[in-house]
């Protein structure tokens, strides 16, 4: 059966870090372009950053660049989503998705249960 878990998400203060992991199992994640996601209540879900299934390539939003940085692991079969100077706009519960085809996008075929992620003081 094929899984992304995810896990690290909680409450942090502002300014603080977290650090997201997206693990698979059923299948290697070698051959997989990964993407977070996030959705804030009553907010549609968007896409925080996205990496290449060689990890060659990368893309993250806005809103986060320069705080939020995507990387893997494939001898792990994981990818993280390192979060440094959290705001309380990034309280939202992230989502890890996978495809091996399709690339930062919202209908990639393998999809986690999501972590939250609260920022408050």
């Known amino acids: 059966q094929l899984q992304l878990v995810e896990s690290g998400g909680g409450l942090v203060q502002p300014g603080g870090s977290l650090r997201l992991s997206c693990a698979a199992s059923?299948?290697?994640?070698?051959?997989?372009?990964i993407a977070w996601f996030r959705q804030a209540p009553g907010k549609e879900r968007e896409g925080v950053s996205c990496?290449?299934?060689?990890?060659?390539?990368?893309n993250t939003r806005a809103s986060v660049k320069g705080r939020f940085t995507i990387s893997r692991d494939n001898a792990k079969n994981t990818v993280y989503l390192q979060m440094n100077g959290l705001k309380p706009e990034d309280t939202a519960v992230y989502y890890c998705?996978?495809?091996?085809?399709?690339?930062?996008?919202?209908?990639?075929?393998?999809w986690g249960k999501g972590t939250l992620v609260t920022v408050s003081s």
């Open positions: 990496i290449s299934s060689s990890g060659g390539s990368t």
């Open positions: 059923g299948f290697t994640l070698d051959y997989y372009h």
């Open positions: 998705a996978a495809d091996p085809l399709k690339y930062c996008s919202g209908s990639m075929s393998h």
